[in-house]
């Protein structure tokens, strides 16, 4: 019997959920684990762009890092460091929240081996656009691109990418867990961003002021699919 042929080409799946998503058929599972989106250490943020498999850690902690510095001397738990992760869409609760509680906020993600390469399409429409001749589709969504947080922390996504497509739009995708003090929040610092629907005859115009509210949000937010080669 021949050996299995590796292509060596990752695809995250983040449910956004609770539950371990599934990967494709005919696609290898690697691991599962939960979403991380950034770090911020000493106030400097380290993004994961959720299309790599760096960011689908195995073990959920509030801070799942340890600082080391001068004199060999390295020190866990004794600082206010932060990390941020994919949440779920779960209704938001009473804050923080601590423990298992945790639990039902934090989204869970699959790393599986593709067989041939993977690409995230935007319309930048309100319209779902299509894959290039040649690909096929694995899932639609909604194109996020950047996000910000507490001080100067933040990060983004490439366009090109899975982790620029997700499956479903929250205004704010991602919970606060302050390491420390070991719980989770939804702070009023956290801003997410994302592409913009825009007819053709926009593009060279000065943008209008808008305000969208609950119930209208997705209204200006441009459509995607992630797509296989065949």
């Not at 950034?38 to 993004?47: A, C, E, K, R």
């Not at 290039?132 to 910000?148: A, E, K, Q, R, V």
């Not at 593009?203 to 509210?213: A, D």
Request: net charge negative; aromatic share 10%; charged share 15%.
């Amino acid at each position: 019997e021949s050996a299995p042929y590796y292509t060596g080409i990752l695809l995250v799946r983040h449910s956004q959920s609770d539950e371990v998503p599934v990967c494709e058929p005919g696609h290898l599972k690697l691991w599962d684990g939960y979403s991380l989106l950034y770090v911020d250490g000493n106030d400097y943020p380290h993004n994961q762009d959720l299309g790599s498999a760096g960011s689908c850690v195995r073990k959920f902690s509030t801070l799942p890092i340890l600082a080391c510095g001068q004199n060999n001397v390295c020190n866990y738990a004794s600082r206010n460091d932060r990390t941020f992760w994919l949440s779920t869409s779960a209704p938001i609760p009473m804050m923080p929240v601590t423990e298992n509680e945790m639990r039902p906020y934090i989204s869970r993600c699959t790393v599986c081996e593709a067989p041939t390469n993977v690409i995230a399409v935007h319309s930048q429409t309100l319209h779902i656009p299509e894959c290039p001749n040649g690909w096929d589709g694995l899932w639609i969504g909604y194109s996020f691109l950047m996000h910000t947080a507490v001080g100067h922390g933040g990060g983004g996504q490439s366009l090109s990418g899975p982790g620029s497509c997700l499956e479903d739009f929250r205004a704010t995708p991602f919970i606060e867990c302050n390491g420390g003090k070991g719980h989770c929040h939804y702070y009023e610092t956290q801003t997410s961003f994302w592409l913009v629907s825009l007819e053709d005859h926009q593009q060279f115009q000065r943008p209008e002021q808008q305000t969208l509210k609950a119930g209208n949000l997705l209204s200006r937010v441009s459509r995607c699919q992630v797509c296989i080669r065949h």
